[in-house]
């Protein structure tokens, strides 16, 4: 396998000098994920009178051995590919007009366009994580069959790499103007009532005495916006009951020095 990795060769330039003035740059990552591994890819897309494209930097990792869900996975994926393109951006010498970030999962692109749903913890946490690192316009849609990062996430030997070049050369359409480009027409940003992902209402048992004056209301309404800031009830319980132990503490102390005085 090793003396096969010899014949792969990379184009190390960027830019060929007789490319001429550069009317257009842009970065494209592409993400993806299996069942065995996520990683993600980027590659530079320089344009002029014709389109020049060459790959950058990918990055892989194993999957973890817990199991864990496709939609888990294309999410790390999904963040890896902000963390690439940042990179990228910095590393670069030259002026990036454009970073487009490319999924062949569409429960990834619905949760990052969702401004209202509160997800479970993990997915919210890493749809922070790519909200706060790009902007929803910046991901679109792209089958597997022409995404190059699902080499990625389930792996090629020599042979396979030597004789498929999507990884290093990129997918076709990208080589063509945008009308030729993946439609985005079909996609529905909608996430079903049934996605387990979805952080389900939770209601807390209260007293069943009604407030009868708008103070003891407000109290109330205030409370349940509280509890609300919690993400779980065994979190409430818990910093309730450092509560309680702090205001013992303090009842403690002062007896003991009312004893004194």
């Known amino acids: ?15 060929p000098s007789n ?20 990683g993600a890819v980027t590659y530079l897309r320089l344009v002029n009178q014709e389109v020049r494209w060459c790959f950058l930097i990918g990055k892989s990792r194993l ?29 670069l010498d030259m002026k990036i007009d454009e970073s487009v970030f490319w999924t062949d999962s569409t429960c990834v692109l619905k949760y990052i366009a969702n401004e209202s ?38 792996g090629l030997t020599a042979d396979e790499l030597s004789e498929n070049r999507r990884w290093l050369t990129g997918p076709d359409f990208l080589w063509k103007p945008r009308e030729h480009w993946p439609s985005q027409e079909q996609l529905k940003s909608e ?5 387990p992902e979805l952080k389900k209402a939770t209601t807390l048992a209260t007293s069943t005495t009604v407030p009868t004056d708008d103070k003891s209301l407000e109290n109330s309404v205030d409370m349940c916006v509280r509890f609300e800031k ?19 503490r303090l009842q403690k102390r002062c007896r003991a020095k009312r004893r004194t005085t």
């Not at 996430?191 to 996605?195: A, E, F, L, V």
């Open 117 to 154: 749903t509160r997800f479970q913890t993990f997915v919210a946490n890493r749809v922070a994580k790519i909200q706060d690192a790009t902007e929803v316009c910046q991901w679109r849609y792209v089958n597997t069959s022409s995404n190059p990062a699902d080499d990625d996430s389930r």
């Open 1 to 15: 396998m090793l003396p096969k990795l010899e014949e792969i060769l990379v184009d190390r330039s960027l830019k």
């Open 191 to 195: 996430i079903p009532k049934s996605d």
């Open 63 to 91: 999957a973890p051995l817990k199991a864990t869900t496709i939609p888990w996975l294309e999410l790390s994926a999904a963040v890896v590919a902000t963390r690439l393109n940042k990179m990228m951006n910095h590393e």
């Open 19 to 38: 490319f001429g003035e550069i009317v257009s740059c842009e970065l494209h990552t592409f993400s993806d994920a299996s069942q065995i591994g996520y």
């Open 230 to 248: 919690f993400s779980s009830w065994k979190s409430l319980k818990k910093s309730i009951a450092w509560v309680i132990r702090y205001a013992r």
